[in-house]
Each structure stands twice: as C-alpha cells, then as structure tokens.
C-alpha cells in the first residue's frame, strides 16, 4: 500500500509545485525515488529529500508563485537548525561552555567600554547650536617665547569681535567666582560652585530653565540662577512648586546686599564640560566699581564663548584675528606680551583641552581613544577564539557533515546550519554579556566616577550610532561563523567517512595568523599596564622639592571681614595652634600646593632695559609657609613678621625661586638678592631665593614663582601635625578655629589627599586598562586552549604510537607545544615596537616622566610566554595521558607496533 499512496504531504507538495506541463513526467521520477527512499530511509526521512530533490528541478521563479511552500520549506529549516543548534550545544557542555564563556567577557568588556567612550564622547551635545559654539583661546608671547596658552583673556574680548565681525551671531562671557558659600534664613550652606556669567549666556547654552525667563534672567546686578539641587537645599521646594524660588534673596559670603533668585535652571549634565550650582549676573561685578571688567584690555581672568552663524567659516574667521590683535594690543605694547587668539570647538571642549587656567571638566582623549582600541582589540580576541574553538572540533564534525552530505544536503545548507550555530552562541554569550554588565555596573561606574547606564546610553544613541554599534555586533557573528561554516562544509563525504581527513594549509596558517594576533594585543597590552603603573607610581613617589606629608589643610575664614583686625586674629589662631600638643607649625597662603598659581604678565628688574617684560606666577605666604612645608632658601632670607602689611601697596620685599632666579637673567641666586621688582607702580625687594618645587603635579613643568608676604580672608591654613594623632587632633582644631572665626563653617582636608587628586584621571586609566588587560589575557588563553586541543586531536594517533614506542610525557609535551610556543614567540617580538612607539607617544605628555628600560618589555614578554606555556602544556599533557591501546586498537596499529618492537 505504501508504495501505490505516498504520504499526503508527499502528494500535496508535488501538486503545489510541479508545474501542469512537466507534472506526470516528473512527478512519476520523483515518486519512483520516493518509494525506494520510504523503504531505505523510512517515511519521514524520504519525504524531507523528495522536498530537496524537487527543488533541483524547478527554478525559483516557479517556487515563490506558491508562497506557502516556500514558508513551509524555510519553517522546515530553521526548525532542523535550531534542534540540531541545541542538541550540540547540549552534546558538548563543556566546549559550548567556554565558548559562551569567552565570547561573553569579551562582549562585556566591550559593552562596558562602550559605556565609557560613548559618555566621554557625548559631552554638550546637548546644547542646540553644539556644532556652531566656539570658545576664544589665546596664546602669549614674551621675548619670542611662549608664554601662556590658556583659555583665560581680557573681558573686552568677545564684545569686540562680536561687533567687529558678521560671522558671529552672539558670545557670552564668565568668569569663575568660586565657592558660593550662601546665607539663606540665617542658615548657612557652603561649596556649592559659581560662575559670573552675562545676560547672554542662556543664548548660547541650551541648559533647561525650570523657572524665570531665559532672556533677562542674569540681565541685573544682584541676580542670580540656581540649579535644582539648590532650590531644593535652600528652599525645601520640589519641581512642582520650583517657581516659588523666584523671587527669594540669599546672601553670598561676607556680602551685605542679598541677591535675588531670577531663575532655576535643571541640574547640570554629567557630560557639560562646565559645572556649577548657581550662576551670578555678570553686572554685579561691573556695578560694584569694576568697570574694568567691562572694559579692561589687561585684566586677564575672563573666558568667552561666541556663535557663529549657520555657514559661516570658523578657520577662515581665525585667519582675521592677526589683525585683530595688532589693532588693539599693538604687538606687546597693551598687555605686555604680543597676543595670538584662536578657535576651539566646544566638541573638543573635554576630550582635547591642554590649557592653562582652564575650568572645564576635561579628560585625555588619547586616553579615552586608547580605550575603545582595547575594547576593539579584546572584542576581535573574542571572535578569534571562536573560530579556534570551533575548528578545534573539526574532527568530530566532519563526520556528520559527510553523512548530511551523503543524503543530500547541499553546501549552502551545512553553512546556514553552522552560521545558526554561530549565532545561537553569539546569542547566549550576548546574554551572558549583560547580566555580566548588570553584575560589574557599580563597580565600573566606581572606577570611572560616573554613573554609567548601558540602557541610558543606547537610548542617547542616535540612528546612525544604534546602526553602527547593530552592525558591529552583527558582523561579528557572521565573520565569527562564516570561516569554521564553509570550513566545516566543504568536507568530501567519502574521504571523511573513510576516516581519511585532510587538513587545509590555509586554515592552517590563518589559525597561526589569529593566535600571533592575540598574543601580540595580550603583550602589548601588558606592557602598556606596566609603563602606565611605573609612571603613576614615579609621579607619586618623586621628590617634590617640598614635604607635604602629615600636613591638615582648614580652609580659610570666607566670612570674615577684611579690616585691621584681621592679621592679628590670624596670628593669634596660629600661635594657639603651634602651642598644642601634636601640631608642629602653621601656615597661612593665598594657594596651596597642587593649586593653579596667579600670573604676572608685565614684571621688570630695575636695572634692566624698560623693553624687557617677564611673566611669572606669584602666590601670597606668611612667614612661617617656607618651613611648614620644608622649602629651603638657598640664599638671603625668608620672610619675617615685620614683612607683612595690611595695605597691600605698603608691602617691600619678595622672595623668588631658582627659576625666577633664571627668568630674570640673573648669573646665580647671590645676584639676585637685593634687586628690584617692578610691577607697574609697585616694587619689591628681593631679600631670598628659595629651591625649586614642584607647586602642580609633574604633569607640568616647574615654573619662576615670586613670593610675596600676604594674608587673605579665603587663605587656608596649612597645619603640620603628628601623623599618629590625625584623628585625635581634627576636633581640637575645629574648637581653635570656631574660636577665633565664629559664623564660619569648619571644613579640613590634608594636603597629600589634595595634591595627589592630580593625577585621578591617571590613576582611573591604569585601573581600567589592568582589569581589562586581565580579561583579554584570559580570552587570549581560552583561544590557544581551542588550538592546542585541535592540534592533540589531530596528531591522537602519532602520540599513541610515540608512547607505544617508548617516549615520554615531557617528549611528547615538548613535542607538540613547540610550535605554539614559537607562534607566541613571534607574538611577543611584534608587540615590542607596538608597546614602544605607542607608550613613547603616552609619554611625552609628561615633562618628568621615565625611561623606556630593557625590562618593562623583558617582563611582560616572559608573563606572556609564561601563561601560554601553562595553558598548552595542560591541554596537551590530558591528550598525552591517554592509554596508547585506546587509540591505536580500532586502527590496527598496535599489532604493526607489537612487531616493530
């Protein structure tokens, strides 16, 4: 009966897609093939190949007028690769296990880069003419040098080009104002930050006004906008009820005349490359006697920002300011030094800022650029290791793929089948690969000092980036499976089914190629953590020129008044706190250590030609500053008590550095003393020359310094104590301090914690590359894991034999790891001139940095070596251990080895 009916389906599909004409002739060989196949096969099987056989006949034309067929057949295939997928994923637990495993860390060390790249990369890209702000650089010249190259200039700048060229549609000035400490209903709230800004500044920033009008906010003196946080702080308001903020007065430091709240504005971004909590009209600083913030064409301590309009040209705008700078400053002749102004785009803003004075957040972008090459670099380690893999398996394959074969599977099927697999794996590591970012989130967002979301920053993405990182991700698993796809599929059956299987020699080497590259990435990345490592620790451990250990700093009395009274409080604190038990000495100064300095930019010597200018820092210190922090003179004298003055003009003397000593083009530190410092209408004597130290981090260079015997109300006070009694000491100086400053709040640090907060940006990359250098290690092994296991499956019967004939495990280890050995070898000699010429670069933004010795790449080249030696050897050494008899007895070789022997 069941050769005379073929199933149902069997005769439906044959109606469905034979056409009329050729059906009886066709139809009749296909059922005739069927019925040998039902008896051979069984039913289902013969009827799955009269589906394959038809297809041979028809063109696909004729195929996709019957849509339903064509749906049938493509369910019938995905439904085979999926059951097939799954069954070798659950065949092969362990092998599917590392393959998760590896794809996994890679795509998470990758997702958590990205995290990181794309925040870094976002920053004021929220602002609505983003692509069309500008802010005005300068650069200044002295005697032909290089001076200054800063974000800093006079305040008539951004009006003057505003009004002198059309290109510019608007600009907008501030100027920092430091901490807004605020007096709001007799309660006090302090270091919350503040900016000076104009009338024009919500103009040009698109940053979100919850209440007040965006126009004429900061358009009157007194006036101020605080962020939400703020109104919340101050007020006890929420967003509903925000706008009653309008309106209220708050007192800002030792300021008798409140300040009224004209706006709230949304909490500043994460990524805005400018941070405050409460922005100050700019009028105030006008309309409290400084005109010259309006129009001083020397009063260097303004930042100004313009819009150009659409179209207009910012490079050709650029090429004009040479002319607009010898109009107004007339080569050195108004400021002191010749003026050169530029353009930066505010989309380098925070990636790309190496100037002085600047207030921006900013970050390094070759750091940040370095990081997603990593992430690039572990993300293909990944892939890599998954071809490995997979080939490895190329044995136990073969077989399957010449049986499919054998009952006509074509080529395109058995690659589809394989891409399937590749991707179902790529699926489970993609999941394994977020609950892993899931897991490591507060960790990562730790490190870097953001919070991170990978949700938050796929919705900030936009098309084009969601395409992009789709089309990473996608192109990842098909290049991933197409290799180990056709690989796999291009087996003849009958050689695999004879046992005779013949290895590829471009496979061959293109498996070399792949673990030369992971090597060669692992190394270099080693390297890369050791050099970075060797030069934050340099950093921190260098001789300063100056002992800031073991020394509190209480910021400086904001609130007091400056009246004659003043010093001598000041005195009087200090002299009670060098009298308590544990406190060495105590020091007031306008800066501390680790703190940008002040600029002199028209400096003179008295016996020296009138044309000569100098440029110098200056910072203000008491007479006990030099000993607090073990600075010593050189020549002359420190500073005394009868030194200082109340009237600043009153003040005499000054003490310099070794590099003023330098800069003023004295012969040596005795000339020095004893010569006159002009400063406009102000001189100084020199009475001392103390020794060079290092005021900022030695990521800059050490620069002339001219002390000068000063106090100031927001001076802070540098106590050295006894290290052991820190804890103990902290309250009886806040009750010193509360004593002589009441109303002022008590706040401390210790300078070593100050100082050293220089080098975060530093430290956060070596952190970050080490963990992932770790990752791509271990991703790099799981690969030479894949390798060696082919390898040993592939030579199984030569090792049987070579034990039969009496070798040994460590012959047989030797033997099959050297070549991987030597591949790892080749790896480790590549990655040298890589780690080289890429850390030399990392390097020269470092004016004190170290050398690139023999042993930072000598050491990671026998890490690498190392940890790949252990790897092979233990893979090879379980297929070693095999009982030769096990391999060699389905063969017929034991008896050829009996008889050798």
């Known amino acids: ?304 920002y313009i819009v150009l309009k659409p179209g207009a040209d910012y490079q050709s705008l650029e090429s004009k300011f040479p002319v607009f700078s010898e109009r107004y400053f007339k080569g050195d002749k108004v400021s002191g030094s010749v003026e050169k102004f530029y353009l930066q785009p505010l989309s380098r803003a925070h990636l790309y800022s190496d100037y002085e ?49 054998v009952m006509g599977a074509m080529k395109s099927q058995l690659v589809g089948q394989f891409i399937f697999e590749s991707a179902l794996i790529s699926c489970l590591a993609f999941v394994a690969a977020i609950l892993c970012v899931q897991a490591c989130q507060f960790t990562f967002n730790d490190i870097v000092g953001h919070q991170l979301s990978l949700w938050h920053v796929l919705s900030e993405l936009n098309s084009s980036g969601i395409f992009i990182f789709i089309g990473v991700m996608l192109g990842g698993i098909l290049l991933s499976g197409f290799y180990p796809a056709f690989m796999l599929s291009s087996y003849q059956p009958v050689s695999v089914l004879k046992g005779k299987f013949q290895r590829s020699s471009s496979g061959h080497y293109l498996r070399k190629a792949l673990v030369i590259f992971q090597f060669t990435a692992s190394a270099t990345l080693i390297t890369g953590t050791l050099i970075v490592s060797k030069q934050l620790r340099f950093m921190n451990t260098a001789d300063l020129g100056m002992n800031i250990n073991d020394i509190m700093i209480v910021d400086g009395p904001e609130l007091m008044a400056w009246d004659s009274t003043f010093v001598e409080r000041v005195e009087n604190f200090k002299y009670e706190l060098v009298h308590t038990n544990g406190i060495a000495s105590a020091a007031t100064s306008s800066r501390l250590p680790g703190d940008r300095l002040g600029r002199g930019f028209d400096f003179r010597i008295s016996n020296q030609p009138t044309e000569s200018h100098y440029t110098t820092s200056f910072l203000g210190a008491d007479y006990h500053f ?49 010569q006159e410092i002009i400063d406009g209408n102000r001189k100084w004597t020199i009475i001392g020359v103390v020794n060079d130290f290092h005021q900022e981090s030695l990521k800059k260079p050490m620069e002339p310094i001219v002390f000068l015997p000063t106090y100031s109300t927001y001076g802070p006070t540098s106590i050295r104590i006894a290290d052991a009694r820190k804890d103990e000491l902290i309250p009886v100086v806040e009750t010193i301090y509360k004593k002589f400053f009441p109303g002022n709040a008590f706040r401390y640090s210790f300078i070593e914690d100050r100082y050293y907060a220089q080098y975060m940006d530093e430290k956060r990359f070596a952190r970050i590359i080490s963990i992932f250098t770790g990752l791509g290690i271990i991703i790099s092994c799981l690969g030479l894991v894949g390798l060696s296991s082919y390898t040993a499956v592939q030579r199984t019967k030569e090792i049987g034999i070579r034990k039969a004939l009496g070798a040994s495990l460590l012959n047989i280890i030797t033997l099959l790891s050297s070549d991987f050995m030597k591949l790892v070898a080749v790896a480790i000699l590549l990655s040298v001139p890589i780690a080289y010429f890429s850390m030399d670069s990392w390097l020269r933004n470092y004016p004190y940095r170290i050398s690139l010795q023999w042993f930072l790449f000598m050491v990671p080249m026998l890490v690498v070596f190392m940890i790949a030696a252990f790897t092979v050897s233990f893979q090879v050494l379980k297929t070693a251990r095999v009982n030769p008899a096990n391999t060699l007895k389905y063969e017929g070789l034991c008896g050829i080895v009996n008889r050798c022997t």
Not at 358 to 364: E, F, M, N, P, V
Not at 374 to 399: E, G, H, M, Q
């Open 357 to 405: 004075y600047d207030i921006a957040r900013t970050a390094s972008g070759k750091s940040v650029w370095a990081m997603l090459v990593i992430a690039i670099f572990i993300l293909v380690i990944a892939w890599i290791n998954y071809i490995n893999l997979t080939t490895s398996r190329a044995l136990d394959r073969a077989k399957e793929v010449g049986l499919r074969k």
């Open 626 to 674: 030099f000993d607090t922090y073990g600075i010593s003179v050189i020549t002359g004298r420190k500073f005394v008590v009868t030194d200082h003055k109340v009237n600043f003009d009153d003040i005499t003397v000054a003490v310099i550095n070794q590099n003023a000593v330098k800069l003023f083009g004295f012969a040596n530190a005795e000339e020095a003393v004893g």
């Open 1 to 304: 009966m069941q050769e005379e009916h073929p199933s149902r389906f069997a005769r439906k599909f044959l109606r469905w897609i034979c056409p009329e004409e050729l059906r009886e002739e066709i139809e009749g060989d296909l059922v005739q093939r069927y019925y040998r196949d039902v008896k051979r096969i069984g039913e289902r099987n013969a009827t799955r190949k009269l589906v394959w056989s038809a297809l041979k006949f028809f063109r696909p034309g004729i195929l996709l007028r019957n849509k339903f067929t064509f749906q049938l057949i493509n369910t019938m295939m995905l439904r085979n690769y999926l059951i097939i997928a799954f069954r070798n994923v659950a065949k092969n637990k362990v092998f599917s296990a590392i393959n998760v495993f590896g794809l996994g860390i890679g795509l998470a060390a990758c997702l958590l880069i990205f995290q990181f790249v794309t925040f870094e990369l976002s920053y004021d890209k929220f602002h609505d003419k983003y692509d069309r702000i500008y802010r005005v650089t300068n650069d200044r010249f002295q005697n032909g040098k290089l001076i200054q190259h800063g974000t800093i200039t006079y305040p008539t700048i951004g009006p003057t080009m505003a009004k002198d060229y059309a290109e510019i549609e608007i600009y907008t000035r501030l100027m920092p104002s430091g901490a807004f400490n605020a007096r709001v209903n007799d309660e006090y709230f302090q270091d919350d930050q503040s900016l000076m800004v104009d009338e024009h500044f919500f103009s040009v920033f698109s940053f979100p006004l919850l209440a007040g009008e965006r126009l004429s906010a900061l358009k009157d003196g007194h006036t101020v906008v605080i962020t939400e946080d703020l109104a919340r702080k101050y007020f006890n308001l929420t967003r509903s009820n925000i706008v009653d903020a309008l309106g209220k007065e708050i007192y800002w430091g030792s300021d008798k005349q409140p300040y009224k709240v004209t706006g709230v504005c949304a909490n500043v971004p994460d990524n805005s490359h400018l941070q405050f909590d409460a922005l100050v009209s700019y009028r105030t600083l006008i309309g409290e006697g400084n005109n010259d913030a309006d129009v001083s064409w020397k009063w260097s301590d303004f930042r100004h």
